[in-house]
């Protein structure tokens, strides 16, 4: 490599563009060529660019250990990303079948509902229905006592006009036969 860099720096050297006698210590260019071809050897005597290449090496392989550090962390991310979507695809899938209980549960309810309603609505019909009869039932009693009360009252009107004093004693005489019958 010094070989290849000292030959490539005495072709490309701008030493040939110089006027008078080039290898003169007064050619300001042979100057500067003495001076460079020193940096470099003083350069290479101290193995700088093997430290320079041990450097590059020790962060080629601090970016190699990097980049699979990321490689193991985005595996990582990916199986963790994985994870969390089935366990949302499986609370999704469990708020599905609890909303569809749900709504089962309410129709099973209001059909309950209706037909504890119709319950209802028979049993106060039938109520109704017998609280009409027993009105009804009673309303005809009340008639029936009352017309046998202005019966009686009629009748009592009639006989005591028709009644005379003989045949009052006569009647009662034969209620008391009567009531003397039965009694034996």
Do not use: C, W
């Not at 009673?138 to 009686?152: D, K, L, N, T």
């Not at 005591?160 to 039965?182: F, N, P």
Request: proline share 2%; no cysteine; glycine share 4%.
């Amino acid at each position: 490599m010094t070989r290849l860099a000292v030959l490539l720096t005495l072709v490309a050297s701008p030493a040939l563009a110089a006027t008078g006698p080039f290898f003169s210590l007064y050619n300001t260019d042979f100057v500067v060529l003495l001076g460079f071809l020193t940096f470099v050897a003083i350069l290479v005597y101290l193995k700088v660019p093997g430290r320079i290449a041990g450097m590059l090496d020790a962060r080629a392989v601090a970016i190699k250990a990097d980049l699979d550090e990321a490689r193991a962390l985005r595996e990582e991310a990916k199986s963790i990303l994985a994870t969390y979507e089935r366990r949302q695809k499986e609370v999704q899938e469990q708020a599905d079948r609890i909303v569809a209980s749900a709504k089962d549960e309410a129709m099973a309810a209001a059909a309950q509902a209706k037909a504890d309603l119709k319950a209802s609505i028979a049993r106060r019909l039938a109520a109704a229905t017998d609280q009409i009869a027993s009105a009804e039932a009673g309303a005809i009693r009340q008639v029936r006592e009352q017309a046998v009360a202005v019966a009686i009252a009629a009748a009592g009107d009639v006989l005591a006009k028709q009644m005379t004093a003989d045949a009052a004693a006569a009647s009662i005489d034969d209620a008391i036969l009567q009531v003397a019958d039965r009694m034996h």
